[in-house]
């Protein structure tokens, strides 16, 4: 399916919020500031909040998920991004869940958008995808094994949405500069950096808190994804494995580090969650986890 075909499909099944004929736009939705929402991810005063489901196992579930976090936001004075994938590409096995697809997942991002009213983030894994997701989502994520392709962040910049730049596994922090200056170079001005911890042998992931400083040498604002950096890759056989108790953890020290935010894959059940499950952060204890993260978070801010 092209990029218009999903536009134009997702438009009718949300029934508010594109509208596209002949590759026109006939009418367009009302966004979120975008405006506010970079100045309130890169002035330092807020912590940030990205965080969800690993994937959209079903609509019911995103919004109770957001809804949630975005109560437990407001109350601690965070900035939320609700976030959640539309197909994991990139699954350890071809048999596992990958999502509902482009069209139905974009669908259910633009309802948990309206419904809820916060700003959505989810990544892409071809340059058609970048161009239909950035009609729907505040903040498109180039993924970590990614990070390096050029025409994926050429194709992400050109839809003007904020920009969410993961740190390859593989890669140093200071590489980074290069994805940076990449996307600069396509006119991408509102950047994210996310590390999510760094290869460390087989089967093992190690979190560096250097990387948050050396990033945030760049100018742009350093998240760290907390539950991808416990994760265990491969380590369940024909999936990857977690240490999920473990996120809470990783996650103070990185905003105590300088982190201007975290990224945290929760979920009410995690043992019944479709993807990544052993490494997230059950949804009950994400409102302890946060107002401890925002405790740090104040402590070491000038």
């Not at 900035?79 to 482009?102: C, E, M, Q, V």
């Not at 911890?197 to 992931?205: E, K």
């Amino acid at each position: 399916m092209s990029a218009l075909q999903a536009k134009t499909r997702i438009a009718a099944s949300t029934g508010c919020s594109l509208y596209f004929r002949g590759g026109r736009r006939l009418y367009s939705r009302v966004p979120i500031d975008s405006l506010a929402l970079w100045n309130s991810l890169s002035d330092g005063r807020r912590l940030c909040l990205i965080a969800g489901p690993c994937v959209i196992e079903s609509e019911a579930l995103c919004l109770a998920i957001g809804r949630s976090l975005k109560k437990t936001c407001a109350h601690l004075g965070v900035t939320y991004i609700f976030k959640a994938s539309f197909d994991k590409a990139n699954r350890t096995s071809a048999k596992s869940f990958r999502g509902p697809g482009l069209e139905a997942g974009l669908a259910t991002l633009a309802r948990v958008r309206e419904k809820l009213d916060v700003p959505v983030l989810t990544d892409f894994h071809t340059e058609a995808q970048a161009a239909a997701a950035g009609e729907v989502v505040d903040i498109l994520q180039l993924p970590a094994l990614l990070c390096r392709q050029t025409d994926l962040i050429a194709a992400a910049a050109a839809t003007g949405a904020i920009l969410n730049l993961k740190k390859g596994q593989f890669l140093s922090p200071v590489d980074m500069c290069q994805v940076v200056a990449k996307a600069k170079s396509f006119g991408a001005r509102r950047l994210l950096l996310t590390d999510r911890g760094t290869s460390f042998g087989y089967n093992n992931l190690v979190a560096d808190m250097r990387a948050i400083p050396i990033m945030a040498s760049e100018g742009f604002p350093v998240i760290f994804d907390a539950t991808h950096s416990v994760q265990i890759p491969g380590g369940g056989g024909t999936k990857s494995s977690g240490e999920g108790w473990l996120a809470p953890v990783l996650a103070r020290a990185a905003v105590a580090a300088g982190a201007a935010g975290v990224f945290i894959e929760t979920h009410p059940n995690p043992d019944r969650a479709l993807s990544d499950g052993p490494n997230m952060i059950p949804l009950a204890d994400m409102p302890k986890v946060l107002a401890t993260l925002v405790k740090v978070f104040q402590a070491v801010r000038p």
